[in-house]
């Protein structure tokens, strides 16, 4: 779309004749409108931090102007404007539900949903480097390395960082499910509101993500597991109006957590366990020896992850503990996306089966959360 109509009041189409003194004529053909017109390619190229000298070279190279048979000047001119309506647009983006509350420009519903769902957008490939990060000075000075890495602009990578930080500050005072606090604030899909409910939570709980094992995984493999987190473990699981309900995971759990350690230290239950599975796998899988011999050691990978949730460092380095403490093991064992899900649903299950173990509430709890967090994050 060509020529942005700034927010001026009328709304007709006139040809009006100038005429000078040696009665000389001019027509001019002009609309006044009061729609604020935008292209979206234009608001494109503006979000992810292009010049203004850019997004017309983009413009003229994808046709626009033998489409509009338009000089090089009115493109120019044209995307000079709609940048500045961007800009001017800009601060009501901030506060999303301002944009439906002001006079100043006549946005449709629709057309507002699709400005404020784009602003709040984010490449995955810059979020990936900052998930798990403080939302501070210190990790915004790091954005000209990670503009750099990621191939994202600087000013792009601002904007988001700056999205980032304001949705973290506004949610963190509320109480109620962070998705649904996040979703009715800004005004976003549900879709995007749970992928910010995730960096939210990362932030928060400082997760590790940057370490070399974990480059495979990618920002919606950590949004998933973030989600199972939330829905789970934390204090708003149990109740969902309560401060910092989906931000915090519930410490009372964690405590309970340790009672799972009578799984390894018992060896009496840990023999049991391991017969209970290893006859529900026989004959079903090409990894059973594998399985056979690494059973203890891969039980006791997963419940001494489960003991140390209550030490801050040991919840920041939970992912890096399933990747080696589990997920790389298995992998070495050639073990098939299959075998993992076969192992683990009769992993998990057959320890209601134990005649002394009586944790099997906070066990179901904990092992629900594992198993598809493994399973998401079992792949090359």
Same mark, same amino acid.
């Given at each position: ?16 004749? $100038? ?44 046709? /626009? ?9 009115? *493109? ?9 309506? %961007?800009?001017?647009?800009?601060? $009501? ?9 002001? &006079?100043?420009?006549? =946005?449709?519903?629709?057309?507002? +949903?699709? *400005? ?11 979020? !990936?480097? /900052? ?14 390395? =990670? @503009?750099?890495?990621?191939? /994202? ?14 949705? %973290? ?13 996040? !979703? ?12 910010? +409910?995730? =960096? ?7 997760? #590790? ?28 699981? /149990? ?19 340790? #009672? ?8 009496? *239950? ?10 529900? &796998? ?10 056979? +011999? ?10 001494? =992850? ?48 134990l005649d002394t173990f009586k944790h099997q509430v906070v066990w179901d709890r904990y092992m629900?959360?594992?198993? @598809? ?8």
């Open positions: 779309m060509l020529g942005l109509i700034p927010p001026i009041h009328c709304g007709w189409l006139t040809s009006l004749c $100038l005429r000078g003194r040696k009665h000389m004529a001019v027509e001019l053909d002009v609309f006044v409108g009061n729609t604020t017109i935008m292209d979206e390619e234009v608001y494109q190229l503006w979000l992810d931090g292009h010049t203004v000298n850019d997004a017309v070279k983009v413009r003229m190279e994808g046709g /626009v102007l033998e489409e509009f048979e338009a000089s090089a000047d009115v *493109l120019l001119s044209d995307t000079m404007d709609q940048y500045r309506t %961007f800009q001017m647009c800009e601060r $009501l983006l901030h506060s999303p539900a301002k944009l439906a509350n002001q &006079l100043l420009f006549q =946005i449709p519903p629709h057309r507002q +949903a699709i *400005l404020i769902e784009r602003y709040y957008a984010f490449d995955d490939a810059f979020v !990936r480097e /900052v998930l798990g990060k403080k939302l501070s000075k210190g990790t915004k000075k790091d954005l000209d390395d =990670i @503009s750099a890495k990621t191939s /994202v602009t600087l000013k792009s990578c601002r904007r988001q960082f700056d999205n980032f930080k304001r949705v %973290f500050k506004v949610v963190e005072e509320l109480k109620g499910p962070l998705v649904e606090n996040i !979703r009715q604030h800004f005004l976003l899909s549900d879709k995007l509101a749970r992928d910010y +409910a995730a =960096i939210v939570f990362f932030a928060n709980n400082r997760f #590790e993500t940057g370490k070399r094992k974990l480059q495979y995984l990618t920002f919606q493999d950590f949004a998933f597991c973030a989600g199972l987190l939330i829905n789970n473990w934390t204090v708003g699981a /149990v109740d969902n109006m309560v401060e910092d309900m989906d931000v915090d995971l519930d410490k009372e759990f964690l405590q309970e957590l340790k #009672e799972l350690k009578i799984l390894i230290t018992d060896k009496d *239950l840990l023999d049991q366990h391991k017969s209970l599975v290893c006859t529900a &796998l026989r004959g079903k899988t090409k990894a059973f020896n594998e399985m056979e +011999a690494n059973f203890k050691n891969l039980s006791r990978g997963l419940v001494n =992850i489960a003991a140390k949730l209550t030490n801050t460092k040991d919840v920041r380095d939970f992912f890096i503990d399933l990747v080696e403490k589990f997920i790389e093991p298995c992998r070495s064992d050639r073990w098939t996306a299959a075998d993992m899900r076969l192992y683990l649903t009769h992993y998990t299950n057959s320890a209601h089966i629900g959360v594992i198993k @598809s967090c493994i399973f998401k994050m079992y792949h090359d």
